[in-house]
């Protein structure tokens, strides 16, 4: 049941759309930097992409910057859609569904931060993974799926930081834009 919403407050699209390049310049340049990375040697990988990857430094500064400017813009369009009251118009399953992307959110920026393989990021790998432990029956599963840090090294919280990415830009995509499947005459050029 959706209730009509009292604010005046409208949700600026400019934001929106800030949020939403920036997310597709983080996944671009994520691609990118995708290719000349070795989840088995996280460090020398890293090294290597700014040191001999032509403009190898480039992207990832590029890929960094546009990844916190995501973050930033995310929690930014949570506080204008709550202060707008935008779920008033929205069903309850429907809003947390939404509300579900800003942890996935930050745990796609931790596991990017962790998956650089430097020491700061190892420890802080191994510091989640035994705070995910303590977790009373999802502590095992959660940690099987987005770390397992000391038993496999970098390659989950990778693949977590790969593919949650690339899934929550599409669903995102999704929802915000309403794509709709076309009918197979609209798509036909004759």
């Known amino acids: 049941m959706r209730a009509e919403s009292s604010s005046?407050?409208?949700v600026n699209p400019r934001i929106a759309w800030g949020l939403?390049?920036?997310?597709?310049?983080?996944?671009?340049?994520g691609i990118v930097l995708a290719y000349p990375f070795d989840e088995a040697q996280?460090?020398?990988?890293?090294?290597?992409?700014?040191?001999?990857?032509?403009?190898?430094?480039?992207f990832r500064r590029l890929h960094y910057w546009s990844g916190f400017f995501t973050l930033v813009l995310l929690f930014y369009h949570v506080v204008e859609t709550l202060v707008a009251e935008g779920y008033r118009r929205r069903d309850w399953l429907r809003w947390l569904a939404l509300?579900?992307?800003?942890?996935?959110?930050?745990?796609i920026v931790f596991t990017g931060y962790v998956i650089?393989?430097?020491e700061t990021g190892r420890f802080a790998g191994y510091i989640a993974e035994s705070?995910?432990?303590?977790?009373p029956l999802l502590g095992p599963p959660l940690n099987a799926v987005l770390f397992m840090i000391q038993d496999s090294g970098v390659?989950?919280?990778?693949?977590?930081?790969?593919?949650?990415?690339?899934?929550?830009?599409?669903?995102?995509?999704?929802?915000?834009?309403?794509?709709?499947?076309l009918p197979i005459e609209d798509l036909l050029v004759w």
């Open 116 to 118: 650089r393989g430097d």
């Open 20 to 29: 939403s390049a920036s997310f597709l310049v983080a996944i671009v340049t």
């Open 155 to 181: 390659h989950r919280a990778y693949l977590f930081h790969f593919y949650a990415s690339l899934v929550l830009f599409f669903v995102s995509g999704i929802w915000h834009f309403r794509l709709r499947r």
């Open 131 to 135: 705070l995910i432990l303590k977790i």
């Open 42 to 58: 996280p460090l020398l990988s890293t090294v290597g992409i700014e040191n001999v990857v032509p403009f190898g430094w480039f």
């Open 8 to 10: 005046k407050y409208r």
């Open 99 to 107: 509300c579900v992307t800003i942890p996935i959110m930050i745990l």
